[in-house]
C-alpha cells in the first residue's frame, strides 16, 4: 500500500471549515493576548503621573512584560514540542489573563513591574505556538497567508485595547482597563475542548492512531466523510538526531537561526518601542489623550491590514524578498512620521508605520515555522521570538534614554528607523526560500 503524508492529506482538502475552525480559534487567543499586553501603551500617561516616574520608567512600564515573553518563549516551545500544542496554548492563555486583572489593585511601580513580567510568560508562549499550529495546519500553497495573518488577530487585540482605554481611562480610571484583561480566562476552558491537536505532533511522537483520528476528523468537517486509513497508511518522518535546543544550534541549523534571531530581534526594537511609545509621544505633542489613543489606534488598524497584506504577498512572491520589501518599507514609513509636520501627515505616516512595520515582522513569521522540522518546530520558533523580546525589552527603554538626551520627535523616529534597515540587510544575505515546500520536506522528508 502507498504510504501519504499529512501535508498531502491537508493540500488535498484545501481550505475547509476545518482550516478556518483553527484559525479563528488560534486567532481569539492572539487576540485577548494583544490586548492584556498592549493596554499599558494606553495606560502609560497615567501612571507616570500617579507614581512620578521618569522617561525612563515610563517607557520600561511597556518593557517589564517583555522579560516575560523572553521566558515564556524559552520554555513554552520545549513544552509545546512535549504535552503538545493544544494543551500548552490553553494554559498560558489561562496563567496571562490571571496574572493581568490584579493590576487592578496594585499602587507602586515595583508591584505593577512584578505583575507584568509574570503574565509575560504567557504572552511570550502563546504566539509560537500558534504560529506553529497554524503552519501544521494549513495547506501548503496557502502556509504564509495563515501563518502570517495570524498576528493580525494580536494586532487586533491592541486596536480593541486603545478603543476600550478612549472610553474606560476618562470615566472609569486606568485601573480598569487590567480588570477587563482577566476574562480571557474563560476562553482558556474553550481552547482545552474545542481545540483539535496538530496531528503533525501526534504523528511525531508516536501516536499514528491518533493522528489518523484526527486525519479523519478533519475530512469529516470539510468533507462530510473521511477516507478509509489503517495504521502504517502515514509516512512517518525518520526522527531527527538531536531535538531541543541543541538542535536549533546544530550544524544544520544554525546560520538559520542566527538569521531568523537578528531580524526579529531588530523588528521586536520597532515594534515594541514603537507601539510602547507612540500613545505618550502624541500626546506629549499637544493632541490630548483621545486624539493621540485615536491616532495609535489608527495605526494598529492599518497594522491588521499590513498582517493579512503580507501573508498574501508571503505565498505570491516568496518569503525572502515579502520580508526585505517590508522592513525597507518599514524604515521609509517611520523616517516619513519623524518629519511630519501637522495633524494629517502624523495621520497618514502613522498608518503607513502601522502598515508596514507589521508587514514586516508578521512577514517573519513563516520563515519562521519553516525554518524547523516538527520535532522541534516550536523550540526554534519561540526561542527566536524569545531572543526578539530582548530587543523588545530594551527598545521601550533606549528610546526613553534618547529621549532624554533632547534629540526631539524627529530624532527617535530616527532611532527607530536604523534597526529595520539592519533586518532587510540580514534577509537580503543571510534567508533561504522556503515557499512551496511541504512541511515534511521542510523537515528533509520528500512528500
Known sequence: MDKISISQIIDGIGLSKYTFKIYFLIGFALLFCGFDYMVVSYTMPQMTKEWSLSKVQTGS????????LMIGGIIAGVISDRIGRKKTLAFFCLLFSLLTF?????????????????SGIGFGAIIPVAVTMLSESSPTKNRGYFTSSI?????????????????IVPAYGWRVCYLVGGIPIIYAFILLFVLPESSHWL?????????LQEIMHMEITARGQAGKYVPGSLVIPSPPSTVGVSAVFSAD??????????IYFMGSVVIYGINGWL????????YGLVKGYSFAVLQNVFGMIGGICTGYAADKIGRRINVIFGWVFTAAAILLLG????QWQVVICGMLVGLAMNWGLSGTQPLLAEGYPTEFRTTGVSWAQAFGRVGGFFGPIAAGYVQQLGVGFRGIFIFFAVPAVIAAFIALFFIAETRGKSIENIAGIKA
Open 203 to 211: 504523528l511525531g511522537k508516536g501516536r499514528e492512531i491518533d493522528a
Open 253 to 262: 541549523y544554525r546560520k538559520t537561526t542566527i538569521a531568523l534571531w537578528i
Open 151 to 167: 498576528m493580525s488577530f494580536y494586532v487586533l487585540g491592541w486596536v480593541v485595547a486603545g478603543i476600550a482605554a478612549i472610553y
Open 279 to 286: 500613545p505618550t509621544l502624541l500626546v506629549g505633542k499637544g
Open 339 to 342: 518629519i511630519a509636520l501637522n
Open 61 to 68: 512600564l511597556a518593557s517589564w512584560s517583555l522579560i516575560g
Open 102 to 118: 490584579p493590576i487592578y489593585f496594585v499602587h507602586s511601580f515595583e508591584a505593577f513591574a512584578l505583575l507584568r513580567i509574570l
